[in-house]
């Protein structure tokens, strides 16, 4: 299968700077509103597509995202791998702003999202032990070593609700359990990438030390903004080298995330509701016998 590499700019990266070729098209979901339109080109032989997961100007708060239709979305588009950009707070003194992070588990802390594509009328249940596809994540890493790129591997991400920032009684108490970094967007991000059988990635762009850290007893949006600019040009820079370097065919995922499917849907076909087995014709096809029209 050939390997076409999505990329979800997070919070200060709205654009992808170095694509040639560059076309734009919203791409509707059954699901929703995608967060804007899809950016496709091309960085050396590697196809692109990009999306802005706030949508251009930061419109959407990660409570407001549409995950499915942006997943979906870039299922439709035929994306095979899928780097997800992402602005975080760090509960390590070690994992200072400006760092980036390879995480490798998440803890779900949100509340008001729609986390599965699957439910009434078709029931499916897949494995989020290893959520993240270590094959991607080795490319990741070499593009970082390339490039210069301070980055740490390993680590797990916790995704609270937002839209505020942590209480300080809640930084404590993660920095206490030993997690490493909090964002509010990779859940149910990586899940529904998981349900869509794309092998999922995060590069956790640290931007602040949470409120926790005595230096940083609370935490700004001008804080995050002046760092979160600053990392931008850093990611632009991984992202490109990556494309650069990355396989032409999609390679097996050794968690496999790309056969995520296999063995998960519970419902038997003639108890299937028609209405949604249809809707999951993009990320379930393959299972489902349905392909998109």
């Given amino acids: ?29 059954p699901w929703g509103e995608p967060s804007d339109a899809l950016r496709f080109g091309r960085i050396g032989a590697t ?49 200072r702003p400006g760092t980036f992070v390879l995480v490798d588990q998440f803890l779900d802390r949100t509340m008001r999202r729609e986390s599965s594509f699957f439910g009434r ?13 270590p094959r991607l994540q080795r490319c990741i890493a070499l593009a970082a070593e390339a490039e210069g790129i301070a980055l740490h591997s ?4 916790v995704c609270m609700e937002g839209p505020q920032f942590s209480s300080l009684a809640e930084s404590r108490s993660y920095r206490a359990a030993g997690y490493d970094v909090i964002g509010m967007t990779n ?21 602040d030390y949470d409120c926790w ?32 370097d990355f396989p032409a065919e999609h390679e097996p995922c050794p968690v496999g995330s790309d056969r995520a499917l296999d063995n998960a849907v519970m419902t038997a076909p003639a108890a299937r509701d028609p209405a949604l087995v249809k809707k999951l014709d993009a990320v379930a096809g393959r299972v489902l016998g349905r392909r998109p029209a």
């Fill in 213 to 244: 850290h005595p230096d940083h007893d609370a935490v700004t949006v001008a804080d995050v903004v002046k760092v979160a600019r600053a990392n931008a040009g850093n990611a632009a820079r991984l992202v490109a080298r990556l494309a650069r």
């Fill in 154 to 157: 390993g680590g797990t991400y």
């Fill in 187 to 207: 859940m149910p991000e990586a899940k529904l990438a998981r349900e869509a059988e794309i092998t999922y990635a995060t590069i956790a762009m640290v931007t």
């Fill in 47 to 95: 196809e692109i597509v990009f999306l802005p997961r706030h949508g251009r100007g930061h419109r959407l708060s990660p409570s407001d995202i549409d995950y499915r239709a942006n997943i979906d979305a870039l299922k439709r588009a035929g994306v095979t791998d899928l780097v997800s950009l992402s602005a975080c707070g760090s509960f390590k003194e070690a994992l």
């Fill in 121 to 133: 009328g078709c029931v499916a249940h897949v494995s989020m032990a290893h959520p993240v596809g």
């Fill in 1 to 29: 299968m050939k390997a076409i590499l999505g990329i979800i700019g997070g919070s200060g990266i709205y654009d992808l700077p170095g694509l040639e070729g560059v076309r734009e098209e919203f791409v509707a979901s």
